[in-house]
């Protein structure tokens, strides 16, 4: 069956890195463009990056613009949040998901086979 699995979150300081990890299996990794989203206590899944299936195109939320960078390498079904420069308001559970459908913006909705998470904290 189709699983994703995050890893690599951590407790970090403001203006540190982390590099999430999003190991996928049970379906064919490059025909699917791949997602990161991120929960924050009290609030909805807000989208933050995706990359194409072919890693040729990507995007961005402007919250983390120039500080994150999506990456995948498709011989190992993984996909990648490089995560420079953070904020104590990047503090989140990120998840990796595929993207399912196209609505025209980043929904959740769009986008299935959710890991389970991995949680993310940047202290001031």
């Known amino acids: 069956q189709v699983q994703l699995v995050e890893s690599g979150g951590g407790l970090v300081q403001a203006g540190g890195s982390l590099r999430l990890s999003c190991a996928a299996s049970g379906y064919i990794f490059r025909t699917y463009a791949m997602g990161w989203f991120r929960q924050a206590p009290g609030k909805e899944r807000e989208f933050v990056s995706e990359?194409?299936?072919?890693?040729?195109?990507?995007y961005y939320a402007n919250s983390v613009k120039g500080r994150f960078t999506i990456s995948r390498d498709n011989a190992k079904s993984t996909a990648t949040l490089q995560m420079n420069s953070l904020k104590p308001e990047d503090t989140a559970v990120y998840y990796c998901?595929?993207?399912?459908?196209?609505?025209?913006?980043?929904?959740?909705?769009?986008?299935?086979?959710w890991g389970q998470g991995t949680q993310v904290t940047v202290s001031s």
């Open positions: 990359i194409s299936g072919t890693g040729s195109s990507t």
């Open positions: 998901a595929r993207r399912l459908a196209y609505s025209g913006i980043y929904r959740p909705s769009d986008f299935g086979s």
